[in-house]
């Protein structure tokens, strides 16, 4: 193998390494029914597993979420996600439910431009899929079928399609996923939750970051979780949100 293979083949590892967790992470979120429950397990420690040099700063919060899901009580996971993220959400799996009015009147066109993120790779709506485009499960989706769409144009030397992959992955976390973490992750904090699910806000988080600074991405946060104009709640501050002069 030659050194310019070498290379190739490292970076192939990494981009499939990256689809991979992001892809934990979209289950992490996901239903816990008894057979997303066993995909869970396998995947998180198929993914610790991997013989990739973690960050310190990575591998302490995946590592953690790890071992508390290896110990969770199924149906303790089950009650405790109805309760933050069921019908009546405390804390809401959308985008677009994070942020000012402004956000909450451009709702449609954000609706819509993530959509036109999925389209152009030709991704539809699963028939009965009952989530919207910004639900957190689906771009965490995207960015693991991009990143392994960016591992196949590397190893089929396809330059075009990699420039392709690689901005939209920076775009999408620029103009999307980037730009609510932290706010989504202050309020989980905000409702006390399982262990499991304090520390998988906290790997998702790290995450989204860490990739953030590889992709020298500048995405703008919103603040924290928006009043329900209907129900009048009280708004609650994103704690990782600026202050107002």
């Not at 967790?21 to 397990?41: C, E, M, R, T, W």
């Not at 799996?93 to 790779?121: K, V």
């Not at 957190?136 to 960016?150: P, V």
């Not at 973490?181 to 904090?189: G, M, P």
């Amino acid at each position: 193998m030659t050194e310019t293979e070498y290379a190739a083949a490292q970076q192939v590892s990494a981009a499939l390494v990256r689809g991979a967790v992001f892809q934990s992470l979209a289950l992490g979120f996901a239903y816990p029914s008894s057979d997303v429950f066993i995909q869970l397990k396998a995947r998180w420690s198929a993914l610790l597993n991997d013989s990739r040099s973690w960050p310190g700063d990575l591998r302490q919060p995946f590592q953690r979420t790890n071992s508390l899901l290896l110990s969770a009580d199924r149906e303790t996971l089950e009650s405790e996600h109805v309760r933050l993220f069921g019908p009546a959400a405390r804390c809401p799996l959308h985008e677009t439910a994070y942020g000012d009015g402004g956000r909450l009147l451009g709702r449609s066109a954000s609706l819509a431009d993530i959509a036109g993120f999925y389209l152009a790779f030709e991704l539809h709506p699963a028939p009965g899929d009952p989530h919207r485009e910004d639900h957190i499960g689906l771009e965490l989706e995207f960015m693991s079928l991009l990143a392994l769409k960016e591992a196949y144009a590397i190893a089929e030397g396809w330059q075009e399609a990699l420039e392709i992959t690689r901005t939209t992955q920076r775009r999408f976390l620029q103009d999307h996923l980037g730009t609510w973490i932290d706010a989504f992750t202050a309020q989980l904090k905000l409702c006390e939750p399982h262990p499991f699910y304090a520390a998988l806000g906290e790997s998702l988080c790290a995450w989204v970051h860490s990739e953030t600074m590889r992709l020298d991405a500048s995405p703008i946060p919103v603040g924290a979780l928006m009043t329900d104009p209907l129900m009048g709640e009280d708004s609650l501050q994103c704690p990782y949100a600026p202050s107002d002069p």
